[in-house]
Nanobody, 128 residues
Framework: QVHLRESGGGLVQAGDSLRLSCAASGGTVSGNDMGWFRQAPGQGRDFVAA????????YYASPVKGRFTISRDDAANTIYLQMDNLTPEDTATYYC?????????????????????WGQGTQVTVSS
């Protein structure tokens, strides 16, 4: 089974940037939709961004649209989340997710948790 490991989180000030990475091991994810979710303390998991297995289509939640950019490097079996102009509202644990089904036509944000492989998360804290 594919194992996902996030990295790149940290403590930054409002307006700063961070780049999150999610490296997959144990199998290729080149044919799988992948993306990012986040969870603030005491809150549920929210969709952030996704990228199709083709790499040619991306999706963003409204709060991050225009500030975050998701990308993938299939040769490195890795996806990234470039986060610019961070705000305190972006503070959360960020989780990488990959569809368990290759070449899926179901949007990542619409899939159930059981259909996704999850990383352990990386903490992003933005101070004002």
């Amino acid at each position: 089974q594919v194992h996902l490991r996030e990295s790149g989180g940290g403590l930054v000030q409002a307006g700063d940037s961070l780049r999150l990475s999610c490296a997959a091991s144990g199998g290729t994810v080149s044919g799988n939709d992948m993306g990012w979710f986040r969870q603030a303390p005491g809150q549920g998991r929210d969709f952030v961004a996704a990228i199709r297995w083709t790499g040619g289509r991306t999706y963003y939640a409204s709060p991050v649209k225009g500030r975050f950019t998701i990308s993938r490097d299939d040769a490195a079996n890795t996806i990234y989340l470039q986060m610019d102009n961070l705000t305190p509202e972006d503070t959360a644990t960020y989780y990488c997710a990959a569809s368990k089904v290759a070449y899926s036509n179901t949007p990542l944000a619409a899939q159930s948790n059981d259909n996704l492989n999850w990383g352990q998360g990386t903490q992003v804290t933005v101070s004002s």
